[in-house]
């Protein structure tokens, strides 16, 4: 068991933390779980999406407490309280009787609660891997990325078999049950922590250490670039993650079952791209990694839009989950890089709410674009290559300010 400066089993804190992230990661398998429910209870379906809407919506607020909580030596209680909150809301909603409940238990329950653990379980863990800081990130951010591999056939057995309220029932108590088990292996990572044997480099050692609070992080101008790099980056991502089934039912002619495989190809590929990314970026850096990936994306669509066959559409699929993968797993790394571990909770917590007004705009508009193109996603594809350009741009300019403040220092 490889140990640090404290004696601690860091390897079993980061197994314990992914385990809870893919019990609250559960909540992006909604779509096995709408159709069945909006049947059950006759409710339209749109009203079913919303408590999805709600559940999106509020993720910066428990991000920034549960960054708040963690920076004050909490991680543990906001990763375990967060993961019981999600699991108790994912239980109750096996309840609800009406659209309100369902936006209560689902929306808000479970919403806040993924989001609370998610922050106390990456921004603690990441503390205790200095010398692999993009490999822990990737690993961990991986069970949010591969947990619908695992939900998504689980609920759907439970709804064929029993019901749709009977699944999330059952989901929702052995999610509790696995956040209480992980919550025994969890320590909070002490100040400064080191891996025994572990020597920093010549360049890290140049690099002194500096803990900005997110006052002094919002003073910075290379803020606004990570906030909308990381916008810019998950757009696609998200973008893909909501239409990827229609995308390949229309524009490719696959049939439903044949597009359910592509959605799961797409959360595999979304959950490798955590690790690969984030361990390429412990070795190229994260600013060339991200030139490789918005690279990667650009590429991805015009396979979409140039290669009009189910083989331009699988390149497409994995290219653009691993991507959004890599986006989610290389920009922990980078706020603790620019603003020090003491403050990156609330630090990420701040900044990821660049994630969540992509999360917003990308499926509305790429919903728009199809309503107004006759059923087309081709202008959507086109929109996207301009975001993932501007998003290349963007890092470049960071590249240059950060040189530039180098040279003045």
């Known amino acids: 068991m490889e140990k640090g400066n404290n004696n601690v089993n860091r390897w079993a804190v980061l197994i314990a933390s992914t385990s809870i992230l893919l019990c609250t990661g559960a909540i992006y398998a909604f779509s096995v779980f709408a159709g069945p429910l909006s049947v059950t209870k006759s409710w339209n379906m749109s009203d079913v999406m919303m408590a999805f809407a709600i559940n999106a919506a509020i993720g910066p607020i428990p991000m920034i407490l549960g960054g708040f909580l963690t920076d004050k030596g909490l991680a543990k209680w906001s990763s375990v309280i967060g993961g019981l909150i999600f699991g108790l809301g994912f239980f109750l909603t096996g309840f609800v009787t009406s659209p ?49 591999i695992i939900a998504a056939p689980i609920g759907n057995y439970l709804i064929e078999h029993y019901d749709v309220l009977y699944s999330f029932k059952v989901l929702g108590g052995a999610y509790m049950v696995v956040v209480v088990i992980a919550s025994l292996f969890i320590k909070v990572a002490p100040a400064n922590y080191q891996p025994v044997g572990w020597v920093p480099s010549a360049n890290q050692q140049a690099k002194p250490i500096v803990n900005k609070n997110w006052q002094s992080m919002l003073k910075t101008p290379y803020f606004y670039l990570i906030f909308f ?105 980078i706020v603790m890089e620019n603003y020090g571990p003491v403050n990156q909770g609330v630090n990420y917590g701040i900044i990821f709410v660049g994630y969540s007004t992509a999360a917003f705009f990308a499926p509305k508009l790429t919903a728009d674009i199809l309503a107004n193109n006759g059923g087309s996603y081709t202008n959507a594809f086109y929109v996207a ?25």
Not at 229 to 256: P, R, W
Not at 289 to 304: E, N, P
Not at 306 to 333: D, E
Request: hydrophobic fraction near 50%; proline fraction near 2%; glycine fraction near 14%.
């Open 385 to 409: 290559i301009a975001v993932a350009f501007i998003g290349l741009l963007l890092n470049m300019i960071y590249k240059l300010v950060k040189q530039r403040q180098s040279k003045n220092n």
């Open 229 to 333: 790099m990381l916008g810019t980056g998950a757009f696609s991502g998200l973008m893909i993650a909501s239409n990827a089934s229609g995308i390949g039912q229309k524009m490719f002619g696959l049939t439903s079952a044949v597009a359910a495989f592509y959605v799961s190809l797409y959360s595999l590929s979304n959950c490798a791209g955590r690790v690969v990314w984030g361990t390429v970026s412990d070795k190229l850096g994260r600013n060339r990694t991200l030139d490789i990936i918005f690279t990667v994306i650009i590429f991805a669509f015009v396979s979409f839009l140039f290669i009009p066959s189910q083989i331009g559409f699988a390149i497409g699929i994995i290219a653009l989950g691993l991507c959004f993968g890599g986006v989610m797993g290389v920009f922990p790394p």
């Open 100 to 148: 309100l409940m369902l936006y209560v238990t689902y929306g808000l329950l479970s919403g806040f609660g993924q989001g609370l653990a998610y922050s106390g379980c990456l921004s603690n863990t990441i503390k205790f891997f200095p010398d692999k800081r993009g490999l822990a990130s990737g690993i961990i951010t991986a069970g949010m990325g591969g947990a619908t």
